[in-house]
């Protein structure tokens, strides 16, 4: 604000003015600081303390004695309903589901995002709007009838399991989180890439046509190494989304060994049996957070325009 | 924008000369459709497809199994009159209310929030760096711990009120968390810490992206900051507005998993949002039909929002 203070008032009242705004806005940036801060502060000192200081204690004063006894309790021992072997299992479980499904949506994205601008076909921007608007649906609108169709798959592995031993991941709940969320990611990774691939000059593909390059040697040589900054961006953005969701999870594997971090973590933390071990509740929380918040931190800006791409202003 | 496909339709004459190389290049033509044909077949299929499947069993009788003989609009008609339910408060009553309170407290706020804050970052200001990422952090975060978190800051035997009474302020309190009437307004609290930062930063680009002349021209003209700021700069805004506006929505209206972690549900379900209702109708108590129903209905909503917007930008786009 202070550019914007007339010459010939900053000559007379000035300084101290232009000095007092100064010190309201950065008093306000820094309570906001606080305000965004706070809750993860606390989460984290709280996860550190023992469970006589956080009931003796304040919450927001730092642990007297740090410990790492709650992080290694969560980790292993914590109990989710009546059975108790800590996160670990349902961290790798996460891993397990993240991997595969980052992987097959972004490489289909990328493919999806390469024959939607460079090799347009009548229709395309209505196959594209439909993609698109898939991004947006509340997935309560198709929550049944894939919880039906996996119902059913499962059933059918199973009966392959009993004629050949072998279920082909039919009805493995690992397997069915992968599968729904490469579909429902889709949409997102297909936008992101579109609009990439949307700038890139045409000319250079035309250019290898006629040098005799064929639909997949152009987008291995030609379009994939220079696309490395959108594949990070949507990297990050399914990474995300897909470690964070909570309702396909609780929806397709909500219960027993074989579920995911979050459904997991909230199972914890309203499992009522005995005294309720904050400190480990927190602990349990931090390492669900942790992934997430590694990326954020080592990748913010590529987080940012992920997100941003998602807002479809591209 | 003249594409391949136009030169590709060029260069066959060439090819069609050898048979074998004819079915070669017709296939190299086909294959971009084929390399697409799965990811839209998916689509159609797992998206619309599914949308009608539940469409109809929101017109069927279904209970705890699927059931497809048609019965008519019987969930409609039972929602239609929870609607007008408010003593005791029907699910459906408080669900669609919450959904009012928190989509309206939460795009409000998280949108005048998001523009204050962006316009003071935006002053010049020494350490943007490290702000910037400390406001934005609880977008990388799971609704799931957002909603551990938050419940832990705001119990009243545990959080906040308890360190304020430490503090000596004893008759401080606020324990809406727990308290029927009031605590939906906690999720907007935990809502808008979550999101605002992101709304934050969709604003400060929208900032540095407005010219300086305009600015300069402005303010040799007399005008004072805050006319500025109103008169010009946030009119200027107006893309950003809608484009926040419309990711706020949607999120609002797939607010889902922040209810659960921070709430339960709340005392006797008084947190519910419309899609907490649709999941406890569908899958803990055996209504299936009402459950798709309040589905549809949830689409229909997103599908007013989105659909016009998605088409604007698509039209403006495609120009």
Known sequence: MSAVTSPARQASSGLSARTINRIVIYGLLALFAIFYLMPLFVMLVTSFKTMDEIQNGNMLALPHAPTFAPWIKAWSEVCSGLTCVGMKGYFWNSIKMVVPAVLISTLLGALNGYVLTKWRFRGHTLVFAMMLFACFIPFQSVLLPMATILGSLGRFGATLQNATGFNFGLGNSTVNLVFVHVVYGLGFTTLFFRNYYEAFPTELIKAAQVDGASFFQIFRRIMLPNSLPIIVVTVIYQFTNIWNDFLFASAYAGSGDVMPMTVALNNVVNTSTGVVEYNVNMAAAMIAALPTLIVYVVAGRYFVRGLMAGAVKG | ?319
């Open chain 2, 1 to 319: 924008m003249s594409t391949v496909a136009e030169t590709q339709i060029k260069l066959t004459p060439e090819h069609d000369a050898r048979p074998g190389a004819s079915v070669r290049s017709r296939l190299q033509d086909l294959l971009p459709k084929i390399v697409l044909a799965p990811s839209f077949a998916a689509t159609i299929v797992f998206v619309y497809g599914f949308i009608l499947w539940t469409i109809y069993l929101s017109f069927t009788n279904s209970k705890t199994f699927p059931s497809y003989a048609i019965t008519g609009p019987r969930a409609y008609q039972r929602l239609w009159r929870w609607t007008f339910e408010s003593d005791p408060p029907s699910s459906w009553y408080t669900s669609i209310t919450n959904m009012g309170i928190f989509g309206f407290l939460y795009i409000a706020i998280c949108l005048a929030l998001g523009l204050f804050v962006a316009i003071l970052l935006d002053q010049k200001i020494r350490g943007e760096g490290v702000l910037r990422p400390i406001y934005l952090y609880p977008m990388a975060l799971s609704f799931i711990v957002t909603g551990v978190a938050w419940k832990w800051f705001l119990d009243p035997g545990l959080g906040l009120e308890q360190t304020l009474h430490q503090w000596g302020w004893t008759s401080f309190h606020f324990d809406w968390i727990k308290n029927k009437d009031f605590v939906i307004y906690t999720v907007v609290i935990a809502g808008v810490w979550q999101a605002s930062g992101f709304i934050m930063a969709m604003f400060l680009a929208g900032l540095r992206g407005i010219d300086g002349e305009i600015m300069k021209a402005a303010q040799i003209d007399g005008a004072s900051t805050f006319q500025l700021y109103r008169r010009i700069v946030i009119p200027l805004l107006r893309p950003v507005f809608l484009s926040a506006f419309i990711v706020l929505a949607h999120l609002a209206i797939k607010s889902y998993d922040l209810v659960v972690a921070l709430t339960s549900g709340g005392p006797g379900g008084s947190a519910w949002l419309p899609s907490n209702f649709m999941y406890e109708f569908t899958f803990k108590r055996n209504e299936m039909a009402v459950g798709s129903a309040s589905a549809v209905i949830m689409l229909m909503t997103i599908t007013a929002i989105i659909v016009p917007y998605l088409y604007s930008e698509l039209r403006e786009k495609s120009r």
